[in-house]
């Protein structure tokens, strides 16, 4: 069974900061992994999805790595801003039939101004 | 049109009412999903429709019945719930089910039930 463990759980840093937020999980076997952020109360917006065959996907100030052998993904936030507060989280996707989502427990994130 | 709509935004629902929740999207997607959150925890699954049919139910109480009346429309009929169903209900579509597939998620409904 799969399992997706974020740390750390909250992750407070000062605007301009780079930070980087992990993900970690327990089946290689993994199809893709995918980052969203989801703000209070909101829906989830999805970040970056990463496919097993790649290792890393970029968008703006954002990029997700994966390495399938050791279990692990991160997500790096180039210059942060106060706008990048809200909690995101990692997920992933077992592979053929298998059409489930194992969420993290999610990063709540603060950027201070 | 990236999105995927759902109304209402807030629900307050008593023990003995029968309310629905409604998810719409306009993208094409054949697959459409229920999830439910409650407060600082992820979602979690709870019904997969694949071209309009239920094709998993994650064991969820029969007080939730889902309805796919079409590829673009989503319902979630509500009945005789309980206080701790009280949660955020959230719809998403994704073009099939394959591993590509990215899903697109809904704002939610937040439902509390008194």
């Known amino acids: 069974k799969q399992e997706v463990t974020q740390i750390p759980a909250a992750l407070s840093v000062p605007e301009g900061e780079n930070l980087v937020l992990n993900c970690s999980f327990t089946d290689s076997a993994i199809y893709n992994l995918q980052w969203f952020r989801q703000d209070p109360g909101k829906g989830l917006t999805s970040l970056l999805l990463i496919q097993s065959s790649q290792r890393e996907q970029t968008s703006g100030r954002l990029n997700a790595s994966l390495d399938k052998s050791s279990g692990r993904s991160t997500l790096y936030i180039a210059a942060s801003q106060p706008g990048d507060s809200a909690t995101y989280l990692c997920v992933g996707r077992g592979g053929g039939s298998n059409y489930k989502l194992t969420f993290g427990k999610g990063t709540l994130l603060t950027v201070n101004p | 049109d990236t999105e995927v709509t759902q109304t209402p935004k807030h629900l307050v629902m008593g023990m003995t009412n029968k309310k629905s929740l409604k998810c719409e999207q306009h993208?094409?997607?054949?697959?459409m999903y229920w999830y439910k959150q409650k407060a600082k925890k992820p979602p979690e699954l709870m019904f997969v429709?694949?071209?309009?049919?239920?094709?998993i139910n994650e064991s969820v109480p029969s007080r939730f019945s889902p309805e796919c009346p079409n590829s673009s429309l989503l319902n979630l009929h509500l009945h005789a719930l309980q206080p701790e169903d009280s949660a955020l209900y959230l719809c998403?579509?994704?073009?099939?089910?394959?591993?590509?597939?990215?899903?697109?998620f809904g704002p939610g409904t937040r439902l509390t039930v008194l």
């Open positions: 429709y694949s071209y309009e049919k239920l094709s």
């Open positions: 998403a579509s994704s073009r099939g089910q394959g591993s590509a597939d990215t899903q697109y």
């Open positions: 993208m094409g997607h054949r697959a």
